[in-house]
């Protein structure tokens, strides 16, 4: 089984700082790699596909990156609407695990 | 406009048993994988289970393995997880995703809002 891990668990930032979640795969997964945001009562929303692919309608501050077995969300220049938690999602095979999840916080 | 709406949540015994749907509507139904995934209150999201548009292949977590069934009617387009021998760890909003694609990269690109399972005696 494909297993994710994300760091930080949690985090704390500021309005207008550049926030970095790594998502950590235990196996090779090319670029099979989703974020999905989700905010407190709500269902996730996707925001990145295939590593780095920006869904339509998601702010080009959100961009990823990586490959093989280590991926990056960027959040450059963060707003008021995205203090949520992001999760990571493979998608290289049916068993769509994600990471636990990462929630950034206001500072 | 896409819609999935999910009902059958409620209060289950241990051992018991409940069935979910998730009730589609605003594209072709029967063309796309369904899954379903869950998140225990103040945790994070768990995948559950996907199944194919033609039902052929069914996928589930080692978590639920044996005891949920995830099936398709595509005359009603509706989707289904029964959910056999609940343990308290199954209680969770249980959400449906369609299984879609973004630039033909396989993504959950809509979600339901949810329905809320609790396993309790």
């Known amino acids: 089984d494909i297993e994710l891990t994300q760091s930080p668990s949690s985090l704390s930032a500021s309005v207008g700082e550049r926030v970095t979640i790594t998502c950590r795969s235990s196996q090779t997964i090319s670029t099979y790699l989703n974020w999905y945001q989700q905010k407190p009562g709500k269902a996730p929303k996707l925001l990145i596909y295939?590593?780095?692919g920006l869904q339509s309608g998601v702010p080009r501050r959100f961009s990823g990156s990586g490959s093989g077995t280590d991926f990056t969300l960027t959040i450059s220049g963060l707003q008021p609407e995205d203090f949520a938690t992001y999760y990571c999602q493979q998608s290289y095979n049916p068993y769509r695990a994600f990471g636990q999840g990462t929630k950034v916080e206001i500072k | 406009e896409e819609q999935l709406l999910e009902s059958g949540g409620g209060l289950v015994q241990p051992g018991g048993s409940l069935r979910l749907s998730c009730a589609a509507s605003g594209f072709l139904f029967g063309n796309n994988a369904m899954s379903w995934v869950r998140q225990a209150p103040g945790k994070g999201l768990e995948w559950v289970s996907t199944i194919t548009g033609s039902a052929d292949q069914k996928y589930y977590a080692d978590s639920v393995e044996g005891r949920f069934t995830i099936s398709r009617d595509n005359s009603r387009n509706t989707l289904y997880l029964q959910i056999n021998s609940p343990r308290a760890e199954d209680t969770a909003v249980y959400y449906c995703?369609?299984?879609?694609?973004?630039?033909?990269?396989?993504?959950?690109?809509?979600w339901g809002q949810g329905t809320l399972v609790t396993v309790s005696s």
């Open positions: 995703a369609k299984d879609g694609y973004s630039s033909g990269w396989p993504v959950f690109d809509f």
């Open positions: 295939a590593s780095r």
